[in-house]
C-alpha cells in the first residue's frame, strides 16, 4: 500500500489500482455522512478531484493520485458512509482506477514514509 | 485529499442523562406533536361556503382523485400548536440576540402595523399603475434615502435577500464589461468573505480567487495587485468587513480595482455600522447591497424574508435590473421591460417589483430614524461592540486586539487552550446561562472564532448581564483546565433548553426530510 | 430617539471604560477625508404619529384589490387570509428570530419547517421539499440551474405557457451560466408544442400548469417524452390553490416542482415578499437549492430537528455550492404553513372547488358580452379574454369606474401580438354580485367607445 501527502491510500493489484483515504483522514474528518463517487469509465489525471467526502460541516475532495481510468466505484458507501471511519483502508474503498502507469505508484510514499510524514503534521 | 476539519463538533458527546419521558412537559413548556399526528383529515379550521359536488366535472381527469396527505386542525388547536412551538424559539424579543454579522436588532412594531395598511399589503403588484402611485411614490421615496445615505446616484430595489443583491451587483458588473465588449473571468474574494461571496460570483459565471488576509485582519494590498489583471471582472470585499472590523486601505482597494479595469462590489451586510457616518459612495465603492433585515430593522422572521436592495455607481447604473422607477408629469411610474432609459438593464431578477413589504417597513424605519438618529443608531453600534470587547477582552483573547472594531467583536478559542471546552462547548453553555450564543466558527479565517454583534437597540443594562455572564462562563471554562466536573458541564450544556444537544450526524447519514406515516398504529387523532 | 436605550451618561461611561476620548476615536480606521461631519441631507427624526401620518397618506393613494370588484392575477393572487395566521407569525418568537442556527433554542422554528416541507411534498406529490425559495419565479430559475447540473446539458426548452416573467428571471440566471432558455411561442395551448422541442441537448422542459392563460394540462406526455430523451421535467405552478383539486406534478411525472405559495397564507404585498416552493424526486436531493430541515434525536434520544444536508450550500461549498441563497422566506412560510393547517384537506379542496366555481360563473357572465372571447377552456381560476379592443386602454377605462378587470397579458409580454388579451382571475373572495355586474359594465364601455 502506497500513500499521498493528501491522505490517499493506493493499492496496486494486476493494472487495477485500489483507492481509498487514510485512517488518519477519516480520523480527522469527523463522522462522514456522505460519500460522492465518480461515473465509471471517467479518466482521471494525478490531482483530479474524483470524489467527495462528506461530514456534517465539511465536503472535502479526494484526489486522484494517479492517472487512470475508473473502472469501479464502492456502491456501498453512499448508503453506509460510516464505514470510512470504521474501516477505511479496506472495506471502504472508494474507486478503483486502470492504471495507466504503474511507475507513479511506486513514487508514492510506503507506510514507514507516510507516517514519518504524519508526524511532521 | 483536501481536509477540511474546521468546524464544530456535531454530535453530542454524551447520552449520559437518561430521558426524563420522552415525551414530557418541562415546566410549562409542553411536548408538541407534528401537525400530522395532531390534525385529522376530515378536520378544517375554515368554514367555507357550501359548493355544488359536480362543480368541477368539467375538468375530468385532471382532477386529482387520491388523498393528498393533509390535516387540519380547528381554530383553537391550531393556536395551541403554533404557540407551544414558538415558545421554543430564542428572540430579540426575550434578550440580547448577539449573532455577529446577523444584526439581530429591535423590529419595531409601528413599521408592522405600517405594512399591514390595505393600501400596501393588499395591492396587487399587476394592477393599473395608476392605482399604485401611492405605492411605486414609497418606492421611489426609499430609493432617494438609500442613495443619499450611501453617496451613490442609483438604486435597484428587486433584489429579495442579501445574497441576491449580490447576484443583481455582479451581473451589473458583468453587463458593463460585455456592453465594452470585455470578457472577464475571474472574481477576487477574501478568505474571510462570507460564503455567498464566492457562490454569487460562480453562480454569475465567474471563477473565484481568494485575496489573502493580513494579520491585522484587512485585505492584503500586495496580494490584490498580484492578482488583480486584465480578466478581472471585479473583487468583492465586506466593509466592515467579517472580523468586525473597517478596512482601512479602502481607497487604496478601489483605486487598484479600477486601475486594473474592474469594478469594486463591496458586501453592505455590515453598513449598519457606518450608517450616517461614512458614504460608501465617496470610497470608491461601484456596487454594494443593503440588507434592509439588518441595517434597517426589518425583521428576520426565522431566516426570513429579506431584501437587499444595491446601490450603483454611474458606471453600473444603466445596467440595473428591471423594473425602473421614473416620474413625470404624469406622475410615477414602473418601467417593467428593456426600453427608453433602461433599454441597457440586465433582465429580470424576480417575477415582480421587489420585497414591497419590507420597503414599506424600511421606510418607516429612516422616517422614525431620520438622518440623526441613523448617524446615532451606527454609533451605538459600535460603541456597545467596542464595549463589548473592552469589558471581556481580559479574559477571552479579541483576535484582533489592537485598535477599535466596528459594530462586533471577535474572538478566537486560544484563551480556551488546554480546558478541553471548546467554542462549541463554550456557546452551549451560554444556552444554560440565559443567552443566545454568538456566531461561532465563523469568519473561516479565525480559529473557533467567536463573533458577538450587540447592535444598538440595548441599553448598558442588557449588556451588562451578558458580560457578567459571559465572564462568570469564561472563569468556569478557565477552571475546566484542572476540574473535570466543569468540563463535564460544558460537554454535556445546554440542559436547560427545550432540547439537549442534537444528533447532526444522524440527521445527514439517513436524512429524514418530512413526516412519513407510520406502518402501525395510525397516529392521527380520533375524528 | 424611542429605539435607542443608550442614554449620554451611558456613553460617556462606557467610552470610559474602552478608555477612546469620544466616539470618533472608535471610527479611527475609517478614512478621515470620507468622515461626516454631521447627518446627511435628509429629514430629522420624527415620531410615531408622524411617520404613520406620512405612510397612511402613501397608502391612501393606493386602491387596495378589497375596496371594489378586482379580477388580476397572472402570478399573484387575492385570497383570504385567516385573522390566527397573521396573529401568529407576529408572535415575538417567531417574528424577531433569525436562521436556527442553535436548534436546541430554536426548535419552534424548525418544526414548522419540517411541517410545511411534509405539506409542500404532500401538495405537489413530491418525494423532498426544501425550506422554501425568494418567490415562484426564483424557484423556477434555480430549478433550471440543477437541471443543468444533474444532466450536464446546456438547454432548457421554456413552454410558451410558462409566465413570461419568470421565462425573464430564468433566462437572466441561465445564461450568464451558459444555459440556453429555449422560449417557445406564447398560445392557450402552448404545452402541445412542447414535445417537439426536446432534443439530445435539452437539461429540461419547464411547463406551467394552470398555464399563464389559466389553461390546466395533463403534463404526463411531455414527462414521458422529457424522460425519454434524458431530460428532467420541471412543472411550475403560480396559483397554489389550484394544487388543492388538480392532479400533482408528481402525479403527472415532474422530477422538480416549483410553485408560487403566496395564495396560501400570504397578502398581495404589490408582489413580495413571497414565499417559493421547491420540491424534487428523491434521488435529486442532494442536487437542490436552498435549506433542508431534518429530523434527528437530542442527547437524551427525544426527537428533535436540524438544518441539514448543508454541504449543498455556500457557508460549506462556497463557489461550488448548488446555488448562493442564504436564506429561505420564512416567516410566509410559516403563514402557508399556518394557513394549510387550519385549512387540512378539507378545507383546501374546498377552497379550490369554490374558486372553480368563481371562475365558472366568471367566464359565463363573459360570455353573454358581444364581442368578448373567453379563450381558456380547460381553467382552474382564471380566464384569458380576447376583447374587441387594446385590453391596457380597457384596464384604465374601467379602474376609472373602480373596477380593476385584469392584467393585459402584453403588460408581461409586449412583443406577443396579444394586445387583446386580457388575463382575468377569480378567487372565494370574488363577491357574485362583482361578476355579475361585468356584463353590463363591458357592454356600456365597448358600446360608448363605438
Known amino acids: 500500500m502506497r500513500f499521498t501527502k493528501d491522505h490517499e491510500w493506493v493499492e496496486l493489484d494486476g493494472d487495477v489500482a485500489t483507492v481509498g483515504i487514510t485512517a488518519y483522514a477519516a480520523e480527522q474528518l469527523g463522522d462522514v455522512v456522505f460519500v460522492e463517487l465518480p461515473d465509471v469509465g471517467k479518466a482521471l489525471k494525478p490531482g483530479d478531484s474524483m470524489a467527495v467526502v462528506e461530514s456534517v460541516k465539511a465536503a472535502s475532495d479526494v484526489y486522484a493520485p494517479i492517472a487512470g481510468e475508473v473502472v469501479a466505484a464502492n456502491a456501498d458507501l453512499p448508503g453506509t458512509p460510516e464505514m470510512v471511519n470504521q474501516d477505511p483502508e479496506k472495506s471502504a474503498w472508494i474507486v478503483k482506477i486502470k492504471v495507466a502507469d504503474s511507475a507513479q505508484i511506486d513514487a508514492l510514499m510506503d507506510r514507514p514514509a507516510y507516517e514519518t510524514y504524519l508526524d511532521t503534521l | ?527 | 430617539m424611542r429605539y435607542l436605550p443608550l442614554t449620554p451618561d451611558d456613553r460617556a461611561q462606557m467610552l470610559g471604560v474602552i478608555g477612546a476620548a469620544d466616539i470618533d476615536a472608535l471610527f479611527v480606521d475609517t478614512p478621515a477625508s470620507a468622515r461626516l461631519k454631521g447627518p446627511v441631507d435628509l429629514p430629522l427624526h420624527q415620531g410615531e404619529l408622524e411617520v404613520e401620518l406620512e405612510l397612511a397618506g402613501l397608502a391612501a393613494r393606493n386602491r387596495p384589490a378589497g375596496a371594489g370588484p378586482f379580477f388580476c392575477g397572472a402570478g399573484a393572487y387575492r385570497h383570504h387570509v385567516p385573522a390566527s395566521v397573521d396573529h401568529i407569525i407576529q408572535r415575538s418568537e417567531f417574528l424577531t428570530s433569525y436562521t436556527p442556527y442553535q436548534p436546541e433554542i430554536a426548535q419552534g422554528t424548525l418544526q414548522y419547517l419540517f411541517e410545511f416541507q411534509t405539506q409542500v411534498a404532500a401538495l405537489t406529490g413530491m418525494d423532498v421539499a426544501n425550506a422554501s425559495m425568494y418567490d415562484g419565479s426564483t424557484a423556477c430559475a434555480e430549478a433550471v440551474m440543477m437541471a443543468a447540473r444533474v444532466t450536464r446539458r446546456t438547454k432548457a426548452v421554456l413552454s410558451g405557457g410558462l409566465h413570461p416573467h419568470y421565462a425573464a428571471t430564468t433566462h437572466t440566471l441561465a445564461h450568464v451560466a451558459g444555459v440556453q432558455t429555449l422560449r417557445l411561442t406564447p398560445r392557450i395551448d402552448a404545452e402541445a408544442g412542447v414535445i417537439a422541442a426536446i432534443d439530445a441537448d435539452t437539461a429540461c422542459v419547464v411547463v406551467q400548469t394552470p398555464n399563464v392563460f389559466g389553461q390546466v394540462t395533463d403534463v404526463t406526455a411531455i414527462a414521458q417524452a422529457a424522460h425519454a430523451a434524458g431530460a428532467l421535467l420541471i412543472v411550475v405552478t403560480t396559483e397554489a390553490v389550484s394544487l388543492g383539486l388538480l392532479k400533482s406534478p408528481g402525479e403527472m411525472g415532474a422530477d422538480i416542482a416549483v410553485a408560487e405559495g403566496q395564495s396560501i397564507g400570504n397578502g398581495l404585498n404589490f408582489g413580495g415578499p413571497y414565499v417559493g416552493l421547491f420540491a424534487v424526486r428523491e434521488k435529486l436531493v442532494r442536487q437542490m437549492p436552498g435549506r433542508l430541515c431534518g429530523e434527528t434525536v437530542d442527547a437524551e434520544g427525544r426527537r428533535g430537528f436540524v438544518l441539514t444536508l448543508s454541504t449543498r450550500e455556500q457557508h460549506i461549498r462556497r463557489d461550488k455550492a448548488t446555488s448562493n441563497i442564504c436564506t429561505n422566506s420564512g416567516l410566509c412560510s410559516l403563514a402557508f404553513t399556518i394557513h394549510m393547517s387550519l385549512l387540512g384537506e378539507a378545507g383546501l379542496r374546498k377552497l379550490a372547488l369554490i374558486n372553480h366555481a368563481k371562475a365558472k360563473r366568471l367566464k359565463a357572465a363573459l360570455e353573454t358580452v358581444p364581442g368578448v372571447e373567453v379563450l381558456t377552456q380547460r381553467f382552474f381560476n382564471e380566464l384569458a379574454v380576447r376583447l374587441p379592443m387594446d385590453a391596457t386602454e380597457a384596464v384604465e377605462r374601467l379602474a376609472a369606474h373602480g373596477i380593476l378587470a385584469g392584467v393585459p397579458y402584453s403588460r408581461l409580454d409586449p412583443d406577443a401580438g396579444m394586445n387583446d388579451v386580457l388575463l382575468m382571475a377569480a378567487t372565494e373572495t370574488t363577491q357574485d354580485g362583482e361578476i355579475d355586474i361585468l356584463p353590463r359594465v363591458l357592454t356600456q364601455m365597448l358600446e360608448a367607445r363605438a
Open chain 2, 1 to 527: 485529499m483536501s481536509m477540511q476539519t474546521i468546524g464544530r463538533p456535531t454530535r453530542p458527546e454524551t447520552n449520559a442523562v437518561a430521558a426524563a419521558a420522552p415525551e414530557g412537559a418541562k415546566g410549562l413548556l409542553q411536548y408538541e406533536p407534528l401537525i400530522f399526528e395532531l390534525g385529522g383529515w376530515s378536520k378544517t379550521g375554515v368554514d367555507l361556503p357550501d359548493v355544488a359536488a359536480d362543480v368541477a366535472d368539467d375538468l375530468g381527469d385532471l382532477v386529482r382523485t387520491a388523498p393528498i396527505g393533509l390535516p387540519g386542525l380547528s381554530e383553537p388547536e391550531t393556536l395551541r400548536h403554533y404557540v407551544r412551538l414558538s415558545q421554543k424559539n430564542h428572540a430579540i424579543d426575550l434578550a440580547l440576540y448577539p449573532l455577529g454579522s446577523c444584526t439581530m436588532k429591535h423590529n419595531p412594531r409601528l413599521n408592522e402595523k405600517l405594512a399591514r395598511l390595505p393600501g400596501f399589503i393588499d395591492i396587487h403588484p399587476l394592477q393599473p399603475q395608476s392605482s399604485v402611485q401611492g405605492a411605486i411614490e414609497l418606492m421611489d421615496r426609499l430609493s432617494h434615502w438609500l442613495t443619499t445615505l450611501t453617496g451613490m446616484p442609483a438604486v435597484a430595489l428587486p433584489p429579495k435577500a442579501g445574497a441576491h443583491g449580490e447576484l443583481c451587483g455582479l451581473l451589473a458588473i458583468r453587463a458593463a464589461h460585455e456592453a465594452r465588449g470585455d470578457a472577464r473571468k475571474r472574481v477576487l474574494v477574501p478568505t474571510s468573505a462570507h460564503g455567498t461571496n464566492p457562490a454569487t460570483a460562480a453562480f454569475a459565471g465567474y471563477t473565484v480567487e481568494e485575496i489573502a488576509q493580513t494579520t491585522d485582519g484587512r485585505v492584503d494590498l500586495a496580494d490584490l495587485e498580484a492578482k488583480l489583471g486584465p480578466d478581472v471582472a471585479a473583487i468583492m470585499v465586506t466593509n466592515p468587513n467579517t472580523c468586525g472590523l473597517f478596512e482601512r486601505d479602502v481607497v487604496e482597494i478601489a483605486r487598484l480595482t479600477h486601475a486594473a479595469g474592474a469594478y469594486f462590489y463591496c458586501d453592505g451586510a455590515n453598513f449598519n455600522a457606518i450608517v450616517g457616518k461614512v458614504r460608501p459612495g465617496d470610497l470608491g465603492v461601484d456596487a454594494m447591497h443593503i440588507n434592509l433585515h439588518k441595517t434597517f430593522s426589518t425583521p428576520h422572521g426565522g431566516g426570513g424574508p429579506g431584501a437587499g436592495p444595491v446601490v450603483l455607481s454611474a458606471a453600473l447604473a444603466p445596467f440595473a435590473p428591471e423594473p425602473w422607477i421614473v416620474h413625470d408629469q404624469n406622475g410615477y411610474r414602473l418601467i417593467e421591460g428593456r426600453e427608453g432609459v433602461a433599454a441597457q438593464a440586465f433582465g429580470r431578477l424576480s417575477a415582480f417589483h421587489g420585497q414591497m413589504g419590507m420597503f414599506v417597513r424600511a421606510y418607516a424605519y429612516m422616517l422614525s430614524h431620520g438622518a440623526d438618529g441613523l448617524r446615532q443608531v451606527a454609533e451605538d453600534a459600535v460603541l456597545n461592540a467596542n464595549y463589548i470587547k473592552a469589558r471581556l477582552g481580559d479574559l477571552m483573547s479579541p483576535a484582533f486586539p489592537d485598535g477599535p472594531c466596528m459594530h462586533e467583536a471577535l474572538f478566537d478559542d486560544a484563551w480556551l487552550e488546554g480546558t478541553g471546552v471548546t467554542t462549541l462547548d463554550f456557546a452551549k453553555a451560554m444556552i444554560d446561562a440565559g443567552f443566545h450564543p454568538m456566531t461561532m466558527y465563523f469568519p473561516l479565517v479565525v480559529h473557533g472564532a467567536m463573533l458577538i454583534e450587540p447592535t444598538e437597540t440595548e441599553s448598558k443594562a442588557e449588556l451588562d448581564r451578558f458580560c457578567d455572564t459571559l465572564r462568570v462562563l469564561a472563569l468556569d471554562a478557565l477552571s475546566a483546565k484542572d476540574d473535570p466536573a466543569a468540563l463535564e458541564r460544558f460537554k454535556a450544556a445546554p440542559v436547560a433548553a427545550p432540547l439537549r444537544r442534537l444528533d447532526e450526524t444522524q440527521a445527514a447519514r439517513k436524512p429524514r426530510l418530512k413526516w412519513t406515516q407510520p406502518a402501525a398504529p395510525a397516529p392521527l387523532a380520533a375524528e
